[in-house]
């Protein structure tokens, strides 16, 4: 079909365009990545993928996520997107994970193509490559904590207070109660965006500062 006439399926919930390979000496490293976003599993093809996969995972403005979810043809050609996203505002992201030293002349070709494709139905396009490791390295931390089961409710409410503005972690929670008990609430928070931190250029500890005007 013309990908103006599909363009209303809701591609976050069919199932992948193709299948995700496995084989004896193969370089890259596949699996699937527990949303908790949408409450199942969802296939990645490398570490790349699936640390892009964890922010996605982790973006408050993301309610929807499908892996591999179409596959585009024109010409002679065909390429199938690694991921589409839907958005709490209805919008669309296709994206494609790549790392720059990858991508050849006619690689980019196909993603220019790709992009001008999503434009023609209103979609925005994406191309990423490897992320920064200290922001990988946090999300693989906190993703041990997105479950729902981490939030209590009452925690909730005492973090956002103590954090209206910016504290060291360590401080707060030794404020609030038994790090034990506290801290999988506060590393759900970050999980979901909740409160301001930064995780781009240096690793979770107790001296991060947390809240305040978001990074």
Same mark, same amino acid.
């Given at each position: 079909?013309?990908?103006?006439?599909?363009?209303?399926?809701? !591609?976050?919930?069919?199932? &992948?365009?193709?299948?995700?390979?496995? !084989?004896?000496? $193969?370089?890259?490293? +596949?699996?699937? =990545?527990?949303?908790?976003?949408?409450?199942?599993? @969802?296939?990645?093809?490398?570490?790349?993928?699936?640390?892009?996969?964890? +922010?996605?995972? /982790?973006?408050?403005?993301?309610?929807? @996520? *499908?892996?591999?979810?179409?596959?585009? /043809?024109? +010409?002679?050609?065909? %390429?199938? &997107?690694?991921? !589409?996203?839907?958005?709490?505002?209805?919008?669309?992201?296709?994206?494609?994970?790549?790392?720059?030293?990858?991508?050849?002349?006619?690689? $980019?070709?196909?993603?220019?193509?790709?992009?001008?494709?999503?434009?023609?139905?209103?979609?925005?396009?994406?191309?990423? *490559?490897?992320? /920064?490791?200290? %922001?990988?390295?946090?999300?693989? =931390?906190? /993703?041990?904590?997105?479950?729902?089961?981490?939030?209590?409710?009452?925690?909730?409410? $005492? !973090?956002?207070?103590?954090?209206?503005?910016?504290?060291?972690?360590?401080?707060?929670?030794?404020?609030?109660?038994?790090?034990?008990?506290?801290? &999988?609430?506060?590393? %759900? #928070?970050?999980?979901?965006?909740?409160?301001?931190?930064? #995780?781009?250029?240096?690793?979770?500890?107790?001296?991060?500062? @947390?809240?305040?005007?978001?990074?």
């Amino acid at each position: 079909m013309p990908l103006l006439a599909c363009a209303t399926i809701r !591609f976050e919930m069919v199932e &992948p365009a193709r299948r995700f390979p496995t !084989f004896r000496g $193969q370089k890259n490293f +596949s699996g699937a =990545w527990w949303s908790a976003t949408t409450g199942s599993h @969802i296939g990645y093809e490398s570490w790349v993928e699936r640390d892009w996969l964890m +922010s996605f995972d /982790s973006s408050p403005q993301v309610s929807g @996520i *499908g892996s591999q979810p179409f596959r585009l /043809s024109w +010409s002679a050609k065909q %390429h199938v &997107p690694d991921y !589409f996203l839907r958005l709490r505002d209805g919008g669309a992201i296709v994206v494609d994970v790549r790392p720059d030293s990858r991508i050849d002349a006619q690689d $980019q070709t196909t993603f220019d193509q790709t992009a001008a494709l999503c434009d023609s139905v209103g979609w925005q396009y994406r191309r990423v *490559g490897d992320m /920064s490791p200290i %922001h990988a390295a946090n999300l693989r =931390w906190l /993703s041990g904590y997105r479950h729902p089961r981490c939030r209590r409710p009452g925690l909730v409410a $005492q !973090f956002a207070e103590a954090f209206a503005t910016a504290k060291p972690l360590a401080e707060v929670v030794g404020e609030i109660g038994d790090p034990i008990v506290v801290l &999988p609430t506060l590393f %759900h #928070l970050l999980w979901c965006q909740e409160l301001a931190v930064d #995780l781009e250029t240096r690793l979770l500890g107790p001296g991060t500062i @947390i809240g305040g005007e978001r990074r």
